[in-house]
């Protein structure tokens, strides 16, 4: 993907998430998500995911597409730059690559917003830079990459 854009259900900001926002969205802490395991709990209690998701990356993605036939959703990630930071960085690369697939399969869009401090921004970039074959780094400071 070098040299491509970053893709349209991702986005990176430091802006505050804006009030009456249409789409439903549930938010996770990206402190309270460094490792798989946190994630996949943090996950399991912000989309209320029943008692025997299996807390793994096929078992996300069908929860995601599953949730996806009641409407749109927009997760979002608080404090983004600690998303799985205590994980090797392929597993940043593995979320991203779930999210892609259910919302190229679903009906109705999925996105993935990363939040955090302008003073962050550049190590998050840098991170999905990494695992997105170099789309992530040209965003522009403090805005928002597409």
Do not use: I
Not at 97 to 123: C, F, H, K, M, N
Request: glycine residues 12%.
């Amino acid at each position: 993907m070098t040299g491509q854009r970053q893709p349209g259900w991702l986005r990176v900001t430091d802006e505050a998430r804006p009030p009456g926002h249409p789409t439903p969205s549930v938010t996770v802490a990206g402190a309270a998500a460094r490792t798989r395991p946190a994630l996949f709990d943090a996950l399991a209690v912000a989309l209320d995911l029943p008692g025997h998701f299996g807390r793994n990356w096929d078992a996300l993605a069908d929860v995601l597409a599953d949730r996806l036939d009641a409407g749109p959703l927009t997760l979002e990630v608080t404090d983004a730059g600690l998303l799985l930071a205590d994980e090797p960085p392929g597993q940043l690369g593995t979320l991203l690559d779930v999210v892609g697939g259910v919302s190229a399969g679903a009906r109705e869009p999925v996105r993935l917003v990363l939040r955090d401090t302008p003073q962050r921004l550049p190590a998050l970039r840098l991170r999905l830079s990494a695992v997105l074959g170099g789309c992530g780094a040209a965003a522009p400071p403090g805005g928002v990459a597409h």
